[in-house]
């Protein structure tokens, strides 16, 4: 007996990876159901061998449902997830809308899976920040064995976490013949992205971070310790899908390379690739359609007591978005629902 999944937003890039990621990983499905606005109604998509058409997520009555997966932003989800909620369908939501609600959990499965329990009080879960999700991965099995006092991270984010418009403006400039020096005029993005990078994520803060640095504050210390201080600067880079990391991490015990190393290379949702040669760690090229979070370029800081510094990159529509959805699906069906 499986289960009966609903994925809002099903024709976006997220909602996309998540149809891909549950017939990829089996997830055990009764019956799905692909949502969508009515401007992208009868929109087909595709799960494993099926083709769906979309309906209407307006609509659309959730009674009966068990999961949702919502992939919809923040406006769309203030209406709709609480209607489906109510409805006893269990939200997990992939917009920024619930996860610094106290009551509401958010998740990584490999990082606090037993926060699992606390969807009972709204009937909703929160999916993590996208370069959040891939960090906290990185950062859980260090963590465990010498406490983390502070990290420093500068990101190096791709157009796709701004959604296809963002994938559509880096390939418009792209395809353009470039001629240094000559701007072109962006829509998207503040400044033009093509051959360019952009020191701004979202919107600024009154202390002159963005609010993308202070949702990795805010969710790392929630996700996996509030006595970890963190400090980060986003940036967004001509990629088109997968999310870089610099991460600096001070520890509070000594903890030398290799070690973290070891440690790394047995920790769940990390793959470790390190070498110390030309072409010896990934790229986020290299990282596409892959549900790992990869790590490479770990190194003793020799400024620091008890320093690493390590690269960490992503798929972020896999990890930092569908796949961390579908994780959380999972723990609900093994640890609550037990049906499938």
Aim: glycine share 8%; proline share 5%; hydrophobic share 40%.
């Amino acid at each position: 007996m499986g289960y009966k999944v609903v994925v809002a937003g099903a024709t976006g890039n997220v909602g996309r990876e998540m149809l891909n990621i549950l017939a990829e990983r089996e997830f055990p499905v009764d019956e799905i159901a692909a949502l969508a606005s009515r401007k992208s109604l009868g929109t087909e998509v595709s799960f494993g061998d099926k083709t769906l058409k979309t309906r209407d997520l307006d609509t659309f009555d959730f009674t009966g449902w068990d999961i949702a997966l919502f992939a919809v932003g923040s406006e769309a989800t203030r209406i709709y997830a609480p209607r489906a909620a109510a409805a006893g369908c269990i939200v997990i939501d992939n917009s920024s809308l619930y996860r610094y609600d106290p009551a509401i959990p958010l998740i990584v499965p490999e990082v606090n899976a037993d926060a699992i329990h606390g969807y009972k009080a709204r009937n909703i879960i929160a999916n993590p920040n996208c370069s959040t999700a891939q960090m906290v991965v990185a950062l859980k099995p260090l963590h465990d064995r010498a406490r983390i006092r502070r990290v420093v991270v500068a990101t190096y984010q791709s157009v796709s976490g701004a959604g296809k418009e963002g994938m559509d403006e880096l390939w418009e400039q792209t395809k353009g013949k470039y001629v240094p020096g000559q701007e072109y005029a962006p829509r998207k993005f503040t400044k033009q992205i093509a051959f360019n990078v952009i020191p701004h994520i979202d919107v600024f803060l009154d202390d002159g971070s963005t609010k993308e640095e202070w949702k990795m504050v805010a969710e790392t210390k929630k996700i996996l310790d509030p006595s970890i201080k963190v400090t980060a600067t986003c940036v967004r880079v001509p990629v088109f899908v997968g999310h870089s990391e610099a991460i600096n991490i001070e520890f509070e015990e000594p903890l030398d390379w290799q070690e973290a190393q070891d440690i790394l290379r047995e920790a769940p949702g990390v793959l470790l690739v390190d070498k110390r040669e030309a072409g010896g760690y990934i790229t986020p090229v290299e990282c596409v359609g892959e549900y790992a979070t990869y790590v490479s370029r770990v190194r003793q800081d020799p400024t620091i007591e008890n320093g690493i510094s390590l690269w960490c990159v992503s798929d972020n529509l896999r990890k930092g978005a569908a796949l961390n959805a579908v994780q959380i699906a999972e723990v609900l069906g093994n640890r609550v629902l037990k049906k499938g």
